[in-house]
Each structure stands twice: as structure tokens, then as C-alpha cells.
């Protein structure tokens, strides 16, 4: 009876941490559209322009929707439809027994209210609208709705615009591979193996190109576990690429492109791109972090904006674009594209990270939002996928893992190592990630790579959000239960987690207390890990308890990001910057030895032995 009663309370607060979290909607899920019903009206039209885009290799167009409407509302919108052809056949039946088939079974990719460019739209019927649009493989339409996005009734279709090769290779993203000395490169584009060969061309700058394979992947509808991933959320995702560009030379620019050979002989080329190739582990040198999560991703046209949802997330982006000379390393802790099963936006977050996943490493990690679906294997049973279960994630996106289901990796760079745990998959004592994240933090050799970096999307250590508060261990529940002796043992020197849509810093601490007094400037042996949230990065913002807890030294309810800045092997910088101005709100600096490394901290001591 005692058990039955722990179980219940578990579960409970397990929920507790669960239910406050999502606090915003997916606007594509806004829009019912199973129960469209069709009202072409004769009097009605929408047309787009330009009809082809890319005539110049652009992979972004803005294009003009011009609209008229005999009976104009106030909830009248526009939708963007990427393939553009309606295919009803292709529905499943909304009602079984009378087997009704919906006129429109896929989600547009993005809208817009009629009215947004003109206060005038519901007296003269007449407007027009600006999109930006992106090559997803597929052309394009737009459908004029009136109903309003629970009741969708079709007034008009435009013509189909397309661009010039929806197939082309686009929107690289690179990644550290097993090796300090390996680059990956990850793409997207529109042709399998039996189209085309994949392959990526590259070379240190100035030098003579080689050509490296690249293996395809792509996933299926029925690889969806819900929906709306698997109904009106799927959409083809292409087909993904990775290339292997292994013996690298460190420090050096290297230059890539993309290219497909078709079996006539002739190669489709991306652009070309180049990266710095990582340091050797251990090297002396400059090197630049930058952390963040739950960032998502954001219109540039200001669709889709209506929630409210990742209203920081442009702001972000740009600051790390304008930094990007000053930044050699990034890690995505979680929650990359708050997509929740609508797969077109994978896409669009991609095209909107090209600038920076296309010249440093993007590295990242799984969050409730990539992973979490019932009975899948995720360790918490909520929706919060949409119904992707992190099949999306591992597919788009490479990482250094043994298996891509189980998302726990280890990274090295220079003089950090990286230990980045999976907060969807069971990390508790006795665990096989908990296995892992002991042997990741014991094998780190501290005089080479003194920086010590766990890094967890949810919160397994120390967070003041509100819903955390109110379970009163402001963690996630049994979050730190075991892993906190391993952080101490193997004095690892930050953790950082998303998930919380804030920033906060803690000071150094071990059960609970603080262990050292300092809070900018630490010397010395540290004697703790500091604990940094670090999710403000784009998503809707998370409030604080209204106590500050004691071990607590800075919060910010704002948008932000974190970069580590090693000097050498005894210098690092940690800097917080708001996404809106670039500038740092908070700081601190580690200046120390080797021999600090190895000092004794409490629960953190090597044994000794008194023989001489």
C-alpha cells in the first residue's frame, strides 16, 4: 500500500512539471482544416507573383498574393500550400461509417489574416500580401479562407508558383563527427539515390578538392507515432544527406560544396561554404562556445506570429549571425523547431539556422518537443512531439551518438569536453544513460581539457521557474537524485539546460548549498558546478517564483544565450547576452590551475593510502 501511494505521488509530480510547461500553441494547430468546406465563389480571386522563383539560384523568394473577396470579414485568411495541389482522394475519411472524405487533409505551411496589409480589406474586399517563401521541393499555392481557422470555408485558389529547381541540395548543416578531426555535413534536397549520386566536394582554401560520399536517409508518414505528424501535419521531408570529411588539419579554412551527380553526367551544385576545422584536444588556444535552447523557429514575414509562440527566436538567430567570426562552436540544447508533428517547419527552421549551422558546428540535443509521445519509449508519456517521437530530429540533424535513438553523446573541442545527456530517456542511477554520462566524465583528461560541460535539456539541476518552485525542489522531478555526485566527483565546471524559458545562474553548489562565496570572479578550486538555465533563446518566456532562492545568483526574464570564451587552460569567460541587443547582463571568469583541478572537494577526494 506504502508503494502504491510513492507511485501515485511520483506520477503526480511528475505531471505537476508537465502541465505548466507548454503555455503557448503550435499556430499551425490553430487551423482546423479536416473540416474545410469549399464556397468558390465566381466574383472571388487570389493570384501570386512572381509565377518562377530562383532564376538567379536563390533558395528565398518574397512573392505578392493579390486577393479579392465579394464578402470580406474580419477572420478572413490566407493560406500557404506547399504542394499546391488539393488531392482529396488521398484523405483518409473524416467520418467512417458515411466514409466523407475532407476537400483539404494537409495543413498549409504558413498564413496570414486578409486584412494585415489593409484596414480596408473589410470595405472594399481588396488586399494584397507579401510572403517570403523558401525551396521545400514542392510548389506552391495559396487558398483565400473565410470561416475564420476553426470553420475554414475555401473562397478562392491562386495559380501554382514554384521555384526554378525544387530539388537542389540546401540548407548544410554541419557537425562535429566521432573525431576531434572529422566534419560532417548534413543536407537537404529533393533526389534519392536512384536520381542522383550525393557527394560533397571540399578542400583546405586554396588547395587542390576532393570528393567525399555522402549516405542518404529520409522517414515516412508511418514512421510518425501520432498526430498531427502522421494526418494533416506530414509532409514529404526529402531526402537527407551526410557526408564524412574525416583527417582534417586543425585550424584550417576549409572550403565545401554540395553537389549531385545526375546519371546523364551533369552535377547539380549548391553554393559554395567554408568552416574552420576544430582544434586538436587540448590545444592552447582561443576557442568560443555558444549555448542556448528552446529557441524554435520564427516567419520573417511575420505568418503564423498570431500566438505569440517563439517571438524571440529572429532576435537570437541574428545576433549569432552578426557574432559569427567570434563564434567557433554552437550547442542547441533542446527544443530546435517547436514544429509539435506540422513537418514542413523543419525546413524552415533549417533555412533559418543555414548562416550559422553552415559554417561552425551545430550541435544539438533532444528536448520534450523533439522526443516525447505516449507509449514510445520516452521517458515522459506527454504529447509534446506532436507525434514525431524524435524521428525528425535524428534524421535532420547528425550527432556523435552510438545509436540516434538514444540521443547522449560526448564532443570534444579543444580545451572543453562536452558530456550531452538525453532528459527524454531515463538518466537515473543504474540507468544505461546514467552508465554513459559516468564514463563520458571520467574519461576526460583535465590537463589537456580543463573545461568540464554537461549539458541536459530539462532542468536536472537547479532552476527557481514557478511550477518548479511550487513542487518545492525546484528541479525536475528526481533530477538531480544521482547525478549530482557525479557532477561533484568528477568536478565538472557548468551544466546547462533549456526547457525553463528563461536565464539563471546559480552558484557553485552541492546538495543544495553553496560552496563558494564568490560570484564573478572564482580562483582557485571551485569546490561545486554551477548551474546555468540557459532556454530563453525564442519560445514563449517562463516566469520565476516570486522567492529567489539563496543559491541563486542571477535571473533574467528575457531572451538570451550564453558564450564560453577559453583563453587558455587556466582562463574562461562565461558571458550572458540578451538576443535584442547583443550585449552581456551578466558574467563571470575562472582563473586557475591544473593542480586546482586535482585538489580535494568534498565527496569529490581520491583515495589515499598512508604507505610510504
Known sequence: ????????????????????????????????ILQTTVALHESASISAEPVLLGLKGEDTEWITVNFVNPKPSLDDWVGVFSPAKFDPSACPPVNERKKQLPYICSAPIKYKYANESSSYYEKTGTASLRFQLINQRADFSFALFSGGLSDPILVAISNPISFTNPKAPLYPRLAQGKSWSEMTVTWTSGYDIDEAVPFVEWGRKGDLQVRSPAGTLTFKQNSMCGSPASTVGWRDPGFIHTSFLK??????????????????????????????????????????????????????????????????SLNTTDQLIRDLDNIDIVFHIGDLTYSNGYISQWDQFTAQVEPIASTVPYMIASGNHERDWPNSGSFYDTPDSGGECGVPAETMFYYPAENKAKFWYSTDYGLFHFCIADSEHDWREGSEQYR??????????????????????????????????????????????????????????????????????????YQNQCVNKEKNHYSGTVNGTIHVVVGGAGSHLSKFSQLIPYWSIYRDYDFGFVKLTAFNQSSLLFEYKKSRDGKVYDSFTISRDYKDVLACVHDGCEPTTLAS
Open 1 to 32: 500500500m506504502v508503494w502504491f501511494w510513492v507511485l501515485v505521488l511520483f506520477t503526480a509530480n511528475l505531471k505537476l512539471g508537465l502541465t505548466h510547461i507548454h503555455g503557448g500553441e503550435q499556430p499551425l494547430a490553430k487551423i482546423n
Open 247 to 312: 583527417d582534417l588539419w586543425p585550424n584550417f579554412i576549409y572550403m565545401y560544396r554540395m553537389g549531385h551527380l545526375l546519371y546523364n553526367g551533369s552535377v547539380v551544385w549548391s553554393k559554395t561554404y567554408s568552416f574552420k576545422s576544430s582544434p586538436y584536444p587540448g590545444q592552447n588556444s582561443l576557442q568560443r562556445v555558444v549555448v542556448f535552447g528552446d529557441m524554435g523557429k520564427a516567419e520573417r514575414d511575420g505568418s503564423n506570429e498570431y500566438s505569440d509562440y517563439q517571438p524571440g
Open 436 to 509: 554513459f554520462i559516468e564514463q563520458c566524465l571520467a574519461s576526460v583528461d583535465r590537463h589537456r581539457q580543463p573545461w568540464l560541460i554537461f549539458s541536459a535539456h530539462r532542468v536536472l539541476g537547479y532552476s527557481s521557474n514557478d511550477w518548479y518552485s511550487q513542487e518545492g525542489a525546484y528541479e525536475e522531478p528526481m533530477g538531480r537524485d544521482g547525478l549530482q555526485k557525479l557532477w561533484q566527483k568528477y568536478k565538472v565546471d557548468i551544466a546547462f539546460y533549456g526547457h525553463v524559458h528563461n536565464y539563471e545562474r546559480s552558484c557553485p553548489i
